[in-house]
């Protein structure tokens, strides 16, 4: 599920950006990540979105570098671990 919004700039610009959901965790994820003794919010998180892409901006249609804030998912923090 993405969020679309859109921010005026002072200078006059318009950047639009969106938040990006992704499916939720399958249990085996979940009981994996809670034997690494991960924050209970942070699984929590994950168990409705596994991961989360935070203001995705584009500028007059040009994609600006990506998401300022990701919330990585649940296999990609297992592969960090």
């Known amino acids: 599920m993405e ?40 699984i929590e998180l994950l168990s409705y979105t596994n991961g989360l892409n935070l203001f995705e901006d584009e500028f007059k249609g040009m994609e600006l570098g990506g998401p300022v804030c990701k919330i990585y998912s649940g296999q990609e923090i297992l592969k960090r671990y």
């Not at 005026?8 to 003794?37: C, H, M, R, Y």
């Open 3 to 42: 969020i679309r919004n859109t921010l005026s700039l002072i200078f006059g610009g318009v950047v639009n950006f969106k938040i990006t959901f992704f499916d939720k965790i399958p249990n085996a994820i979940a009981n994996k990540l809670a034997e690494i003794n991960l924050p209970t919010e942070l």
